[in-house]
């Protein structure tokens, strides 16, 4: 077999001696908190609003979680969905799982039913933990009939007092008579069961995602792929322990797991979690908790920046900022950077490859390809190999175009029960994007356009044919067509394009209006543009191609 030109690892150069040395991470997150426990248990591993847990005490709540779980019948291996927004809660409750054995499935809380009951039934869910206020709505009923049999459920007002509505802006409910108190049970001082603990190569985590082809599939993130990812922060990116670490991207991504939550843990850091995104809370948090790193989409640095109380001071405690989950253009690089101050580091990565499998060093910058005016998304891991390669899987030289394709030790090892898909899509263990790019001889990589017809909104990957199928149950609409479309905010944002069926009669705004409420809020169609035909091919397949360059007259 002819050794791949990639194999050399160019950018070795572009990587300092730390960088470049092997990492030894924790065989766990559990485990890498129990070091952070020895050696600084009073220090805060969490801050939220005016609200601090230290490590000793995120240790025992979570212990008592553990406890709970395995006294109602949780056995090594089972599923146990998280469905919160960034607060305390979901800290607890992932560890707690861990540490009863169980495997994490991270959930998007806004997810509408038919998105939830669709992984409770693929994942064979044992429990879930849920705000209050989403079990009450609808969760209670989409779980009727699954292999759910625990129920937990958290209020987000607990463990702090500000009761900030600009993103606090809910009231505290009863705690539902069938479900829990996450809570009150972490506070039992239950004992964590013994023999539990997770080894580096289990499944630490199923991960829903379109993937490279359309149905979500759950990506089995291990433990071993979790941590190194996250040693591999720690170390490459410098920062003193202890640190702040801010929560830009949610825990429920890859990115937040990965880059944030598992970083500032296994660096005995403080996590700063302000439950969801609101640019004048973060700034304001970013004042109070001197954070030294955050990573969130290009989107969320283009609101903080255009917030009228931004200043200097809110990012000067900040030792790197990255970004990932959406295409960074550099034109907002350069004006972040002169407006504000810090250079925003781009990043690549997938849920499968457990997040980063590129990023762009603390000591360097991006270059931007001259040709194309795309920014370098990072060079790889020295543990990491990233190819691009041809429809055959060959290599194809430095700086020409084509899929790229990962191997190293942040790469899942397959979808969730699907060994047809995990075979396309890891071939040989070699993760295969699905995104087209290139790499420069120095070993920079380029992500220059997806090989599917995926859409990337605000980090957030939404496949067309999930919209186009809830559109298609509308009574008046005959053929369905989505594509992407470019949103100087989102990245992309969706946009449908609609026949309607003889006689039918229906404005654009209704049918946006239908699947909002059908979908989650970043998978609705913006923009809806009726067509009296739309254009298909001789086999009468509708090319979507088409309508992206403008639909035929």
């Not at 989102?490 to 609609?498: D, L, N």
């Amino acid at each position: 077999m002819t050794t791949s030109i990639y194999a050399a690892k160019p950018w070795l150069g572009l990587l300092t001696e730390a960088q470049r040395a092997p990492v030894h991470p924790a065989a766990s997150l559990v485990h890498a908190l129990r070091t952070s426990v020895d050696s600084a248990p009073d220090h805060p591993a969490i801050a939220y609003f005016d609200a601090r847990l230290s490590y000793r005490e995120v240790d025992e709540l979570s212990d008592s979680v553990a406890g709970h779980l395995v006294s109602r019948g949780l056995e090594r291996g089972d599923r146990v969905a998280i469905m919160l927004q960034n607060s305390p809660h979901f800290v607890i409750a992932l560890l707690g799982a861990w540490k009863a054995g169980g495997i994490v499935v991270p959930l998007n809380p806004m997810y509408k039913s038919g998105e939830v009951a669709h992984v409770l039934a693929d994942a064979e869910v044992t429990a879930l933990v849920s705000s209050d206020r989403a079990w009450e709505a609808y969760l209670r009923d989409t779980a009727a009939g699954s292999s759910l049999r625990i129920a937990l459920t958290a209020c987000e007002l607990d463990l702090q007092t500000r009761d900030d509505t600009r993103v606090l802006n809910f009231e505290r409910l009863p705690v539902p008579p069938d479900t829990d108190d996450l809570l009150a049970v972490a506070r039992r001082g239950l004992p964590a069961p013994s023999g539990r603990d997770p080894e580096s190569g289990d499944v630490a985590l199923i991960s829903y995602t379109s993937g490279t082809t359309g149905v979500p599939k759950g990506a089995m993130n291990s433990h071993a792929n979790i941590m190194v990812n996250a040693e591999r922060q720690r170390t490459g990116h410098g920062i003193e322990a202890g640190a702040c670490y801010f929560a830009l991207a949610p825990l429920f991504h890859i990115t937040g797991m990965v880059c944030e939550l598992a970083v500032s843990l296994a660096n005995a850091g403080t996590l700063a979690l302000t439950y969801r995104f609101d640019a004048g809370v973060v700034l304001d948090a970013f004042a109070e908790y001197r954070p030294a790193y955050t990573v969130g989409p290009s989107t969320a640095f283009m609101a903080l920046a255009a917030h009228p109380a931004v200043s200097r001071d809110h990012f000067s405690s900040f030792r790197v900022i990255s970004s990932g989950g959406a295409p960074l253009p550099p034109a907002l690089v350069e004006k972040f950077r002169a407006a504000i101050g810090p250079y925003i580091r781009n990043g690549y990565g997938l849920t499968e490859c457990t997040a980063p499998c590129a990023a762009v060093p603390p000591q360097r910058e991006a270059p931007v390809d001259p040709a194309s005016g795309t920014l370098a998304v990072g060079v790889p891991g020295a543990d990491t190999v990233v190819r691009i390669v041809d429809e055959r899987g060959d290599d194809v030289p430095f700086g020409e175009q084509g899929e790229i394709a990962v191997r190293g030790p942040q790469v899942a090892s397959g979808y969730w029960r699907q060994p047809t898909a995990t075979a396309e899509t890891f071939p040989d263990g070699e993760l295969r994007t699905g995104d087209i790019g290139f790499m420069d001889a120095e070993g920079w990589l380029y992500v220059v356009d997806r090989k599917k017809d995926m859409i990337n909104a605000s980090g957030f990957k939404v496949w067309p044919r999930e919209v186009e199928d809830m559109l298609y149950t509308h009574p008046a609409v005959r053929e369905a067509a989505v594509i992407g479309v470019p949103d100087a905010y989102r990245g992309e944002s969706v946009k449908a394009f609609v026949s309607l069926r003889p006689g039918a009669s229906v404005e654009p705004g209704e049918l946006g209006a239908y699947c909002k409420e059908r979908l989650a809020a970043f998978k609705y169609p913006r923009e809806v543009e009726i067509l009296p035909e739309l254009p298909k091919s001789t086999s009468g397949k509708i090319l979507r191609r088409v309508l992206r360059s403008g639909p035929a007259e």
